[in-house]
């Protein structure tokens, strides 16, 4: 959910609650760069930077720092090497990490308190090892292309059928232009 929301971009950052009137202050509360976006959280700002920065290889880092958020995470959770040896996969360990790094970021805005980063990446390597070690080999493997589910209006006085959903989550969704969806299990 944490990853759908992040590629949705329905984090609400300091930059994205000043776009919604709930605030005046866009900035960073970690390191106060003037625009908090969820890029700038996961990825850019100084605090984080310096981490990713020690594990990334030098090799990589043009790259990884200048991809746009979509690209960045769509890559990385796509990615099939290893972190190390007998390790998690770096999928699983990026995805822990960044939410551990979201829940920090949280932390010390809503009760003064950061973890720091070692401690942040020894929870995000526990997290991503328990869950590699919980799911069978088989079901690691990354789909060569991550279907993105976008809704497009149907013309007035039209009901259309969603069909492009995958069968894991699969309810029969019929929707008009301005309702919610009808839900219908199959």
Known sequence: MFLWLVLCQRLLTNGERVRR???SDPSCPCCGCYNESILHILRDCPHVRTFWQSIIPQAYHECFFGALLEHWI???IKAT???G???PPWSL???SFIWQVWKRRNDFVFNGECLPLPDIYRIGFVWASHFAASIPDAAMDIPAAIDFIQ???PPH???QILDNIPDSIRPLLIRDRDGPPYHHKC
Do not use: E
Request: glycine share 4%.
């Open 81 to 83: 090497r290893a972190f």
């Open 74 to 76: 769509v890559s990385n």
């Open 93 to 95: 360990f990026f995805s």
């Open 157 to 159: 006085d039209w009901l």
């Open 85 to 87: 040896r007998d390790t």
């Open 21 to 23: 009137g709930l605030s």
């Open 151 to 153: 809704w497009i209006a």
